[in-house]
Every structure is written in structure tokens, then in C-alpha cells.
T-cell receptor, first 113, second 115 residues
């Protein structure tokens, strides 16, 4: 079975500062990894995904994530936070052989002006 | 084009009642998924359809939960004898094929409250 761990349910970041959200995965097979964002009263929206091509993945809205097999990590970063980045962010994993996504508990990001 | 839509957006019911939640996937998407998101948690997988058939229903918590997709498009999640613990946001997602790398597109969810 696959799972992901996201630590720190609430993350506060100053406007213009680095955004770093950590995700560690557990998988018995090579994983596919995803980051989703959820804005208030909206559905989950895909930010980016790792599907075993390049280990550094660039997504929408200036976000990127790097797959590190040795650290079983897929941390999400953005160099400079905007007020519009305030939302909840979920890391998810799927394993080869099944289509279900296993999500972490999420990080609620607050951007401080 | 239109995204995944779910109706109703909110449903309040009493313990013991039967409810149906509807999902309209993106047109042409063959794969459809149901997830459940409890307060403070990430979404949890319930069931996955490929076409009309349930390819994986391992996430359904018990036999009170059932889902159908009779024509390979719209899906209905049915919950019998609702319990207060069923209160959650029920999310539907669809993807264009069943490929593991295909993006799952999510609807806004149905918030179910069982009193």
C-alpha cells in the first residue's frame, strides 16, 4: 500500500518569502506523486505530477517539486509567495497497479502581508 | 469546457435515512472516482469505475455504501441507513483514460451532514 506524510497542518509564510511544503511517501513499488491545491469552495486542482520522467517537475502558478528517491520525498516549493497562494495543499501518491490516489492530511497555507 | 459537476452541493439528512449523491464527469472521460474527505483530513478513496463497471471498490467502508454508473457517464453514490459518522464532503473525480498517469479532475464536492 502507498501512503504520504505531510507534517505541520498549518504553514504561515510572509508574502515574497519561500514556500516549502514537505511530503514524504511510502511505496513498495515505484510511485507516481502529485500535488493538488484546494481553494475555498472549489474542487481540488492539480499543481504538478511526477510520473518517472524528469525528477524536477514544474507546475502551475510558479510551483515546482523534486522527486528524491533516496529521501522518499517530493517537497513542493515556490520562490516567492503571493497572497493568492493561500489555500490548502495536498500531496498524493499512486502505485503502479492501482488507480487510487492516497492523500496526505494537507497543509493549510496562510500568507502574511 | 465544463468540469466535473456534483449535485447537490449540500445535503442534510437524518440518521437512518437514505441518500443519493450524483456526479457528472467531464464529457468523454472513461474513468470515474469517488473519494470522501472528513474534516481536517485528506480525501480517502472509495471506488473507481472504468466505463460502467466498478474496477476497484476496496475503499467502500461497508455494505451501506454502493455506487453505480449504468451508462458509463453519470455516477450515483448511494448510502443506506446513514450514520452521523458518514458526515463528510464526498468528492468525485474523472480522468480521460484509466492510465495511472492521467490527471484526475475533481468536482467541488457534496457536503453531507447527518443529524
Amino acid at each position: 500500500a502507498q501512503s504520504v506524510t505531510q507534517l505541520g497542518s498549518h504553514v504561515s509564510v510572509s508574502e515574497g518569502a519561500l514556500v516549502l511544503l514537505r511530503c514524504n511517501y511510502s511505496s513498495s513499488v515505484p510511485p507516481y506523486l502529485f500535488w493538488y491545491v484546494q481553494y475555498p469552495n472549489q474542487g481540488l486542482q492539480l499543481l504538478l505530477k511526477y510520473t518517472s520522467a524528469a525528477t524536477l517537475v514544474k507546475g502551475i502558478n510558479g510551483f515546482e517539486a523534486e522527486f528524491k528517491k533516496s529521501e522518499t520525498s517530493f517537497h513542493l516549493t515556490k520562490p516567492s509567495a503571493h497572497m493568492s497562494d493561500a489555500a490548502e495543499y495536498f500531496c498524493a501518491v499512486s502505485g503502479r497497479g492501482n488507480n487510487r490516489l492516497a492523500f496526505g492530511k494537507g497543509n493549510q497555507v496562510v500568507v502574511i502581508p | 469546457g465544463a468540469g466535473v459537476s456534483q449535485t447537490p452541493s449540500n445535503k442534510v439528512t437524518e440518521k437512518g435515512k437514505y441518500v443519493e449523491l450524483r456526479c457528472d464527469p467531464i464529457s468523454g472521460h472513461t474513468a470515474l472516482y469517488w473519494y470522501r474527505q472528513s474534516l481536517g483530513q485528506g480525501p480517502e478513496f472509495l471506488i473507481y469505475f472504468q466505463g460502467t463497471g466498478a474496477a476497484d471498490d476496496s475503499g467502500l467502508p461497508n455494505d451501506r455504501f454502493f455506487a453505480v454508473r449504468p451508462e458509463g457517464s453519470v455516477s450515483t453514490l448511494k448510502i443506506q441507513r446513514t450514520e452521523r459518522g458518514d458526515s463528510a464532503v464526498y468528492l468525485c473525480a474523472s480522468s480521460s483514460t484509466s492510465s495511472l498517469t492521467d490527471t484526475q479532475y475533481f468536482g467541488p464536492g457534496t457536503r453531507l451532514t447527518v443529524l
